[in-house]
Nanobody, 124 residues
Framework: QVQLVESGGGLVQAGGSLRLSCAAS????????MGWFRQAPGKEREFVAA????????RYADSVKGRFTISRDNLKNTVYLQMNSLKPEDTGVYSC?????????????????WGQGTQVTVSS
């Protein structure tokens, strides 16, 4: 059974940093694309970043480019999202997802497996 477990969320002041982790288990993810999405209260879920496990190719939403970095650790089967220069508008529940690498990765429909999410709150 595939499991994705996020951790690392919390409360931080604007300008601060957080690192989210997504621990994957249940299968080999070397052929998958891993993504991070977020959902703010009253808003739709939106794409944040994605990485293709096989070649480390990455994609970012325009709103986080230059501030967020997605990476992976093969040995730990874990994907990270380093978030710097956080803004109040980055507040939301952040979820990681896994799906086939041949989709673009920008849409939630591109992913088969989801974690439960972790709350990130950025105060002004």
């Amino acid at each position: 059974q595939v499991q994705l477990v996020e951790s690392g969320g919390g409360l931080v002041q604007a300008g601060g940093s957080l690192r989210l982790s997504c621990a994957a288990s249940g299968r080999t993810f070397s052929s998958y694309r891993m993504g991070w999405f977020r959902q703010a209260p009253g808003k739709e879920r939106e794409f944040v970043a994605a990485i293709r496990w096989s070649d480390d190719s990455t994609r970012y939403a325009d709103s986080v480019k230059g501030r967020f970095t997605i990476s992976r650790d093969n040995l730990k089967n874990t994907v990270y999202l380093q978030m710097n220069s956080l803004k109040p508008e980055d507040t939301g529940v952040y979820s990681c997802a896994a799906g086939p690498p041949y989709f673009s990765g920008y849409s939630a429909d591109d992913y088969n497996y989801w974690g439960q999410g972790t709350q990130v709150t950025v105060s002004s």
